[in-house]
């Protein structure tokens, strides 16, 4: 049977790698805090990716990697996330970008739910800072969720959104506006 | 309960007493009428600074908690996250603030369906039925609006009724700014009797694609609907037949589809009638025409070459099922073998298609 044409397209689940000896390089947050993390843990970012291939290709022996936008506490969550995902094939994440119901698995779920908002919202700017395509997906999933069934009151609340100068309750709004 | 925080201190011989509350030094004389003022005034300010004190610490706190707020994400994570959010929360997330509204308008937020059903005392329940890339039946389900006037707005977004405090001409201008439509699907006329009601109607959707009056409306709100909201509307549903002497003024409306559905009162029409139309497709579920109109009526389009005539489908369903011999008395037709219709042709290679079952439709083509 001839295979299907689109298949190459696919997602395919990902598969383990054969396990390499763990390279454990330092990390240093803006605050000066510094952590440790698997190289392919820190793969997953393509920020992060490319400084390294930098370090390789000149040879060069990589001892510490500086992430300037990032605070300590949230380059812990983020490296947890990474060594969590450091298996993971990067094509399904690129793939899970463009849909609409992003499936989040149970430990991401766990991972992401318990954090407060305030947090998540410092996670996925630094997913953002560090290009993580996958923790990007599942934080903004997570944000998305939280809304869920709320009230307006309720989400300027949650999402801590100003009340609008003007009281919509006595406003003059036309529909182009 | 302040009581408990009350400490004697001394009673000096002047007759007044030092106590402390809370902190706070008090005199207080038992005979002076102004020492018992002193007291809440003293009180309340203490309390006030404490109060503020507690505040700032919850805020500080909130602070730490939530260094950055929602809006403060990178914009293309922020859309993002807007993005996979559902119709109905993406309607209560564009309503927190003028922000929020432009984020949801920049969505991929798109209508399928609006409809606005007026009902007695002025009770407007406005539906929209959205959905976000694709329309998916199981998936996007209505969002029902219910607005009465002088009231906050009342949301059922499938898991029974919110209040939300908006009223409803913010609620309506809102909705149409965020579809960004200036038109509704359908506008529905249910239980009307007044008629100067009908410009407030007009006022709040001043562009509709199809109307329907209700068969609850008083005759002379039907009429009046379909002269002042009809010629607005692509289709006009008419439920209830007025009784009118001349019905004519309603076939003359420039309109693509004109329905009329009232299974008990007639819709008495006449050959002039028939020759005046200007509704690209006219349907009628209790149609009173004589079969010899209607042969009339065949005999003057066969004749009428070169000449327009606007309709393309009347349909015609009358209680008494027409008798075809005596619609076709006189005229030469052919019998689509295929379809069992019958196929008039003009001089001038136009077409007429005529189906019977009971009912009689003519396709001009």
Known sequence: MAPKKNSAKRPQPSTPKPSAPARIVKVQSSDGHILQADVRALLLSSTLAATIKGYDDENKPLEKLEVNNVVGFTLKLVL?????HKEDDPAIAQAEKDKKNIFIPSWDRHFLTKLPMGNLFDLITAAYHLDITGLINYGCKTVANSAKGKSTEEMRELFGIPEPWEQPSTSTATWDD | MWLNHLLLVSSPIDGHHNFHIDGVEMKHHPFDPFGSQELPQKMRNEKRKKEIHRREQVNRSIDQIMPIRLLSLPAKDLQYCVNLMNVGDLIAFSLCSKQTKNLVKSSNLEEIRTTARFGENDCIEFEILACQRRFNREIHKQITFYLHKNQWMRVDRGNGKEQWKFTRSYCIAHLMSI???SMITYLDLIDLHQIPYLNTVKQIFPKFYALSIGRDCSDELTKMAILKLGPIAEEVE???IPVINDISQ????NLNFLLFKDEQRPLKLKLSDLLILNVRSIASVNTDITERELNRFLKLWMKGNHSFYCPENIELISNNAFKMDQVFKG??????LEDHSFRLKRGDGKELRIITA???????S
């Open chain 2, 250 to 253: 309603f076939l003359t409306l």
């Open chain 1, 80 to 84: 947890e996330w990474c060594e969590k």
């Open chain 2, 358 to 364: 009971g009912n009689i439709m003519f396709q001009f």
């Open chain 2, 179 to 181: 579809l960004k439509t």
């Open chain 2, 238 to 240: 008419v439920n209830k």
């Open chain 2, 331 to 336: 005229i030469q037709y052919e019998t689509v």
